[in-house]
């Protein structure tokens, strides 16, 4: 079984839809969780991060932590073209694990107008 | 203030050959890592350090070396190159501060082997 498993898409959804985006992992040691996003021939850029198990808010997108299912999710309300990227999600162990982090494969989001 | 600045963008090698990928930071940031990311495989850690002398190896060490003689600089070595290093690769940089853990990447260096 994969720490980190992510459905790879890719998902194409008109604008202005709410975009549900999700993984599962299963090493419990995991403390931090973050979504990356990387448009095409980009770096990654964080785009939300959460400790621990709750909701986080930052305008369009909410970011979700269940650690007792052991699985994450970002929403994305309102979509817009711009949206349209690759979604990675990350976890890491911390400190303790010198903050590296263990990816998902990530999910190609396509926004059409 | 550059953050993090990898070169070169793009290279393609033959079999056998080998280079440097070179990162540069000027975040001040103590932990640093190389990952390489193949299509729909997202990314896995090739090696990282956490200060100036301090290596190890990440989840895909083999055919690749590092070293850190600096905080500022962390190059990737590859001695022989294979076609199974035809891949993207990212520096990273972390604080290391408690409680933040984001990371933050460089462009990239897209690496063909023929």
């Known amino acids: 079984q994969k720490e980190v498993e992510q459905d790879p898409g890719p998902l194409s959804v008109p604008e202005g839809a709410i975009v549900s985006l999700n993984c599962t992992y299963s090493n419990s040691a995991f403390q931090y969780f973050m979504w990356y996003r990387q448009y095409s021939r980009k770096g990654p850029e964080l785009l939300m991060y959460?400790?621990?198990?709750g909701n986080k808010e930052d305008g369009r997108f909410t970011a979700q932590v269940d650690k007792s299912s052991k699985y994450i999710s970002l929403f994305i309300r309102d979509s817009q073209p711009s949206d349209s990227a690759t979604y990675l999600c990350a976890m890491t162990k911390g400190r303790v694990s010198n903050y590296k982090l263990t990816f998902g494969k990530g999910t190609l989001l396509t926004v059409n107008p | 203030n550059a953050g993090v600045t990898q070169t070169p963008k793009f290279r393609i090698l033959k079999i056998g050959q080998s280079m440097t990928l070179q990162c540069a930071q000027d975040?001040?940031?103590?932990?640093m890592y190389w990952y390489r990311q193949d299509p729909g495989m997202g990314l896995k850690l090739i090696y990282y350090?956490?200060?100036?002398?301090?290596?190890d190896k990440g989840e895909v060490p083999n055919g690749y070396n590092v070293s850190r003689s600096t905080t500022e600089d962390f190059p990737l070595r590859l001695e022989l190159a294979a076609p199974s290093q035809t891949s993207v690769y990212f520096c990273?940089?972390?604080?290391?501060?408690?409680?933040?853990?984001?990371?933050?990447f460089g462009q990239g260096t897209r690496l063909t082997v023929v």
């Open positions: 990273a940089t972390a604080s290391g501060q408690v409680g933040n853990t984001e990371a933050f």
């Open positions: 350090s956490v200060g100036a002398g301090i290596t």
């Open positions: 959460t400790y621990s198990s």
């Open positions: 975040m001040n940031h103590n932990y």
